[in-house]
């Protein structure tokens, strides 16, 4: 895994994210620019593949299902953003350790409320990940192996199944954060070093320079 730490490890994925959302609509040879950076984040972090594609997979049926109304041209662009986005951010949440995303948004700067509603969708998004991991189970148990027969099993059977029971964990995990004290604050302290300061001015220049360019 790649040697940084959280709070930058989350800074550098929110800079190829937002550069990635404001890239001019068809603006393919400048998507395709910020697919390799995603792809080599990826690799950096060292996600896990299984769980990285079967993630991927999910999230791309919900997207496909809001896009394609849009018309395949428009569609198959915003589909393809959104798979670079998907990759970087479900790159660096796979590499999380447990129960750490509220220690990398400690330093984001941005306001208490809006870090509040970052840390509940982390958490949110750490159970969902959990019950993808256990359809995959369940779909290898019942025989169903590969990318392309899990996608059949949960596109056809899951994909409501999912949500309410990833929803019901995620009411039950924020009930027992109150109970346990949480006020919207975390008792941490996290802040970036002068190396990765620059490291991540080098990073926004980066992303910066090739949004604009595709712009002009």
């Known amino acids: 895994m790649l040697k ?46 299984p ?40 790159s660096f949440l796979l590499t999380l350790p447990p129960h750490s995303f509220g220690i990398a948004l400690k330093a984001l700067p941005v306001p208490g409320g ?15 990940l959990a019950e993808v991991q256990r359809m995959q189970r369940a779909a290898q148990l019942r025989g169903i192996n590969g990318p392309g027969g899990w996608l059949r099993y949960a596109s056809a059977a899951m994909i409501g199944s999912l949500y309410l029971r990833s929803l019901e964990r995620a009411e039950r995990v924020y009930a027992a954060m109150v109970v346990r004290g949480y006020t919207g604050e975390l008792p941490v302290d996290s802040t970036l070093t002068t190396k990765e300061r620059m490291i991540l001015f080098a990073a926004c220049a980066i992303t910066a320079s090739l949004t604009v360019a595709s712009h002009l």
């Open 4 to 49: 940084l730490s959280l709070p930058l490890r989350l800074q550098l994925s929110l800079v190829i994210v937002i550069g990635a959302a404001f890239l001019k609509y068809e603006a393919w040879y400048w998507l395709a620019a910020y697919a390799s950076i995603a792809l080599i984040w990826t690799v950096l972090l060292r996600a896990p593949l």
């Open 114 to 128: 809006l870090k509040q509603s970052l840390l509940l969708a982390g958490q949110y998004l750490e159970i969902l």
């Open 51 to 90: 769980q990285l594609t079967g993630l991927l997979g999910t999230e791309l049926i919900f997207l496909s299902l809001m896009a394609l109304p849009l018309g395949w041209e428009r569609a198959s662009f915003l589909l393809v953003r959104s798979l670079v986005c998907l990759l970087t951010m479900n």
